[in-house]
């Protein structure tokens, strides 16, 4: 009796033994399931692009599987998710800053893509000079309520019918897009800023909800990126600025000065599969990628991949 009691004893044994093993197993593969799997997130232009990027790669890799955020986390807020490990790679348009280089943070840059002035397609305008860009800034500032009128391009649709007021969509003071427009002359620069604290300007807080107010506010006038238009497939038209479109090749020949940069971010425990996927963006494959979704590549340093 005895004997078989210890039997039982020693059976519950293994099979609890057993049971701990497999959930060890279990929590393991969960583990390397969660190691295999790469997080991007970062600024909002940038993700179409991410998203197609990451498409392809996981159609030609077996690990590791790429994931991009579906919420736009901002310029400084894929550097911090990157930097604090709570991503593998942050997307910026923005350099890392010294303070930020510090914490162990480093940046790949890849490609540029045109910055844009843009309208909606009822606004039947196709351009600007510098001088009428500053002319716009300037009269909104003075509160002079300027409509299209002295803007339109007669050979597009709806140039018949009375100007709309024009509406500028602002973006938050933090943003690049305001720097990079108040880098465009003093002038511009005293507007913009009045305008940034002024009650009753319409802005928006990602790079969505901005291009959605350039397609819908009647008149509305802003900025964007040639990337997110082309992949979100936006109802937006892009402004040549003195008689320059504003495309990936006019970018790299310097005859369109304005854009943004798509850099990579990664933290101070950058894995191999993440060096992996950066060398990916720079192949023949991302390139082209890269291409057709609006950016001139840029010819960075290739990152170090393991030797196996």
Request: neutral net charge.
């Amino acid at each position: 009796m005895q004997m078989v009691m210890l039997e039982r004893r020693n059976m519950r044994i293994l099979m609890r033994g057993l049971a701990c093993t497999a959930l060890a197993c279990t929590l393991i593969a969960s583990s390397l399931a969660v190691a295999d799997e790469l997080k991007i997130g970062g600024a909002g232009p940038a993700m179409g692009t991410m998203r197609l990027l990451a498409e392809r790669f996981n159609q030609t890799h077996d690990q590791p599987k790429i994931s991009v955020l579906a919420a736009s986390l901002g310029s400084a807020g894929g550097i911090r998710a990157a930097t604090e490990g709570a991503i593998d790679i942050g997307v910026s348009s923005v350099r890392l800053t010294e303070s930020e280089q510090s914490k162990g943070a480093t940046e790949t840059e890849v490609a540029r893509t045109p910055f844009v002035f843009a309208v909606g397609l009822s606004t039947p305008v196709s351009g600007l000079s510098t001088l009428e860009l500053q002319d716009i800034y300037w009269n909104i500032y003075e509160q002079k309520n300027p409509d299209w009128g002295n803007y339109l391009d007669r050979s597009l649709e709806r140039a018949d019918r009375p100007p709309e007021r024009i509406r500028i969509i602002m973006r938050p003071s933090n943003e690049s897009d305001n720097a990079i427009i108040k880098r465009i002359s003093p002038k511009i620069d005293t507007a913009m800023t009045a305008l940034e604290q002024r009650p009753g300007m319409i802005v928006r807080s990602t790079a969505q909800e901005n291009a959605a107010a350039i397609e819908e506010v009647p008149g509305a006038f802003g900025t964007s990126t040639l990337s997110l238009i082309v992949t979100e497939h936006r109802k937006i038209r892009p402004l040549k600025i003195d008689g320059v479109e504003p495309l990936p090749q006019s970018v790299a020949d310097g005859r369109y000065p304005y854009y943004k940069s798509v850099f990579l971010i990664t933290g101070s425990k950058s894995s191999a599969s993440v060096q992996e996927f950066i060398a990916f963006v720079q192949s023949k494959d991302g390139r082209a990628i890269l291409a057709e979704t609006g950016h001139t590549v840029v010819a960075g340093p290739k990152p170090k991949l393991p030797t196996w």
